[in-house]
């Protein structure tokens, strides 16, 4: 740590209200350890141990590694690494500032200098998120910087407390499309493209639109339009129109609950719920492909990487058995998801923030247990998560959590694994493998319960996240 520095000078934002972390370097590592859960730095000698555990067999059994080093060397250390704990001699250790650093730089979203709090408070920004204005495209910010007749901006009850759509934009962007790189990008293309047509129409801004406008667009989405190279005319596919449709609705009625407009015009825009009606979960794989994959993972011959392999090995169990959707696995240090739990009887549940940053709870089946446990364990956490457990559930090698990308790449080295092996026998088989994606894993979940185990609808569309029940029940058809 710079030698400028202390602890002190760090402020723990995830506490209410924030909190100075202690001076000392001792005390606040053991203050990080307390408050995330886990091991960050602990000094073992013999007269250590026997002061903490009744017997040797008891200490053997907590910290086995420590114990073994303990018979060559006088110290140990134990230390938190890269989402994981390491234990080694104490001179082959770093220095306990390194690994406060560390932390401290790994958790930099909660823990923050209170210098650099202190500019950000004279600003006006949150310490805790970047700029509201960053999610709306630059070249949509001017024209939505206004607010129309039906804007709430001077009443109590607009609880967005702000004074145009451009910053309404920003807000709706974030609480409903953040969580997934894809959705923020699809948002923003139907934003821009109700935009361009208030535009063309010399309409806007956007809380001034009517009823009778909105459905003028919806008419203008179902007319062929030219396109610029051929001139030829073509007509938006139903899939776009029902998406386009269904962003504007969204919009206007979290503009409409959040009180920043008056009403909602765009209530019943999209009626009959054609795109769910008509969706059809395709792309699963049958059970035999299922078995080959769990076959491939649970073959995997522990070698020189066996938290690697103990990772994949959980990810794939929390993918096929807890029907999450990718990004549902990432972690999130303002939620402080997704994390498992354990209750009396023992049973364990996965806790995650889906769509419209919704948290829920599903049950794990008794499969999946084990593998967690192992995955755990080598990470250096206890076999079962505690109730003040802070560390991310999948650890990146790189420090902190696996992004999206990494995770997908994980489950998608399981399917091209799997295909090889199916190459020779089964052609069809290893040729849909290497199409699949995670995605297909929550369709074979959702199906399995909902046609196999006959779990009713509305338990199933809770279990899934779905908002309509009517995508739940479009499992039934296949």
Known sequence: ?????????????????????????????????????????????????????????DARTAH?????????????????????????????????????????????????????????AAIGESER??????????PLVAWLARAGRFANVASATNTLGVGDDAQAVALFLR????????????????????VAWCE??????????????????????????????????????????????????????????????????????????????????QRMLPPALLAACDAWVSETVTG??????????AIWTLYRYAGVRLVELVWSNEAQLPKLEVDDRGSWTLHVIGKGRKARAIP???????????YRQLRGLPPQPGLDEHAALIHGLKGGSLQGSGLYDEVKAIFIAAAERLAK??????????QASPHWLRHAYARQMIVDHQVPLPAAQALLGHASVQTTAAYYRQ
């Open 175 to 194: 609480d409903r499309a953040s969580r997934s790189p894809h959705t923020l990008r699809a948002y923003r293309a139907e934003l821009r493209r109700l």
């Open 364 to 374: 794990l089946p008794a499969v999946c247990v084990p593998v967690l446990q192992a």
């Open 425 to 434: 026998t089964d052609h069809a088989g290893a040729a849909r493998l290497r």
């Open 64 to 120: 086995p590694a420590v114990m073994r080093l303990l018979l060559d060397y006088p110290a140990v250390v134990e230390y938190w690494d890269r989402g994981r704990v390491r234990t080694v001699a104490v001179d082959d250790a770093p220095t306990p500032e390194t690994i406060l650093q560390r932390v401290l730089h790994t958790h930099r979203r909660r823990f923050r200098l209170a210098t650099v709090l202190g500019v950000l």
């Open 200 to 281: 063309t129409h010399q309409l806007g801004p956007l809380s001034d639109l009517t009823r009778h406008d909105l459905l003028a667009y919806r008419q203008a989405l179902r007319q062929p339009v030219r396109d610029a190279a051929d001139d030829a005319p073509h007509k938006v596919s139903e899939a776009l129109q029902s998406r386009a449709l269904a962003v504007v609705a969204s919009l206007f009625r979290y503009w409409a609950e959040t009180g920043y407009l008056t009403a909602n015009p765009a209530a019943g825009l999209v009626r009959g719920n054609r795109s769910r009606a008509s969706f059809a979960p």
């Open 129 to 138: 998120e970047p700029p509201a204005l960053a999610a709306v495209p630059q």
């Open 304 to 313: 020189d990487d066996a938290l690697g392999i103990a990772r994949r090995r």
């Open 1 to 57: 740590m710079s030698a400028t520095l202390n602890p002190a000078d760090w402020i723990d934002g995830g506490v209410t209200p924030p909190r100075r972390m202690p001076a000392e370097v001792d005390a606040a590592l053991a203050y990080l350890a307390d408050a995330l859960g886990h091991i960050v730095y602990t000094r073992w000698t013999l007269v250590a141990i026997k002061r903490r555990y009744p017997s040797l067999t």
